[in-house]
């Protein structure tokens, strides 16, 4: 990626309301701190979120956006509605922060700052609010909430990283077979997905045996594939850093019969989940539609914390947005809205009655539920 995934109108129109918010809280300025923000707020597509971005949002002028110095000409040809600051590898990102918000004239006046975000470390923290005598308060969540609905822009880069990860997935499963090296089959989901023209995506692919399963964010081994043990895939294509994940369960050489029920009504309780997919529905309404399909068939006793979680940018090591996951959970009051988009899961393992796992990316559009992934949901035999 070369190039601002962005309009110049579409920035504008996000700096502007994340300003509207701010005014709301009587704030005169906010620093932004968390990778995905920074990337929303400025179209910076790089891979040099490793050390500590800080923007800073005053409610009049341009935006500063600090970092080191290295990264000049990328910011400079890429950044067009921030202006950028340096700092040396002498210096910290907030020793610069601090200066430029005495430049702006803000020293003791209202300023935000994102205090929950793996983005800002503790001691970054302190040191910028010891240099900069503000009147500092929390204002994690904000840019976060913004991001949940997706512009037109936004979802024409979902629907293409959909396309990414079924280029993915179908590469990966035609490898799968007893005997296939696991290496083998992660190299052939990668290349396929970069030689599509997919970037990087912000975690995995998670390709393992089932005797692994429950190592939840480990991928592939050393190892082969075996007649018998089922292979899971969760991966996602991306596209200038939105995600459209979807995830399989593939059966090696042969399928057992309670495995083939398993999988029917999970296909039934993946379509609950769709269909409550509304505008105005409440989370946790969405997830007890998932869960009234489970215990109709008689598994009212298996637990599940969610069905799903929002999903769109991602920044590595992750693809849900942040070091937080914004699930579908029986407790949790988000409101749908038309433009959200979402990684639904269907999580049948461990049954004692069968096994079955089918996940895609669902985008609530005008027109409705529309799922971005079409690998197809099975059950999948190699």
Request: with cysteine; net charge negative.
């Amino acid at each position: 990626m070369d190039r601002n995934p962005f309009s110049e109108a579409e920035i504008d129109g996000r700096l502007a309301k994340l300003r509207n918010l701010l005014g709301q809280r009587n704030l005169d300025a906010a620093v932004i701190a968390s990778p995905e923000n920074v990337f929303y707020l400025t179209g910076l597509d790089h891979w040099g979120y490793f050390t500590p971005h800080l923007l800073v949002v005053p409610q009049e002028g341009k935006p500063v956006l600090v970092t080191r110095a290295n990264e000049r000409w990328t910011i400079e040809k890429r950044v067009k509605a921030a202006e950028f600051r340096s700092h040396s590898d002498s210096e910290t990102a907030a020793d610069v922060a601090a200066q430029v918000l005495a430049d702006l004239g803000l020293l003791s006046k209202q300023v935000g700052l994102e205090y929950w975000t793996a983005g800002l470390s503790h001691g970054l923290a302190l040191t910028l609010q010891s240099k900069a005598d503000a009147k500092w308060s929390d204002v994690s969540g904000l840019v976060d909430k913004m991001r949940r609905v997706k512009s037109a822009e936004e979802q024409v880069l979902m629907r293409r990283a959909g396309k990414m990860s079924d280029v993915a997935a179908s590469a990966a499963i035609a490898e799968i077979s007893d005997g296939a090296s696991e290496q083998e089959v992660a190299a052939q989901c990668m290349s396929a997905m970069f030689r599509a023209g997919g970037h990087v995506p912000g975690f995995g692919p998670f390709i393992r045996p089932a005797a692994r399963l429950r190592e939840t964010h480990t991928t592939w081994g050393d190892g082969v594939y075996r007649k018998g043990e089922p292979v899971f895939i969760e991966l996602s294509g991306c596209i200038s850093r939105y995600h459209a994940p979807l995830g399989r369960l593939i059966h090696v050489g042969q399928i057992k019969d309670e495995d083939i029920a398993m999988a029917q009504v999970n296909a039934k309780a993946f379509d609950a989940v769709v269909d409550a997919l509304r505008p105005g529905a409440i989370a946790r309404e969405v997830f007890a539609a998932w869960r009234a399909v489970v215990d109709d068939a008689g598994l009212s006793d298996y637990y599940r914390h969610h069905c799903g979680y929002l999903i769109g940018v991602g920044q590595p090591p992750s693809w849900t947005g942040g070091n937080s996951v914004i699930g579908l959970r029986p407790d949790s009051d988000i409101v749908i809205e038309t433009g959200m988009s979402f990684h639904i899961l269907s999580w049948l393992m461990g049954t004692g009655r069968g096994d079955d796992f089918v996940s895609n990316t669902v985008l609530l559009g005008d027109g409705g539920a529309e799922l971005l992934t079409a690998t197809p949901a099975g059950p999948i035999v190699r």
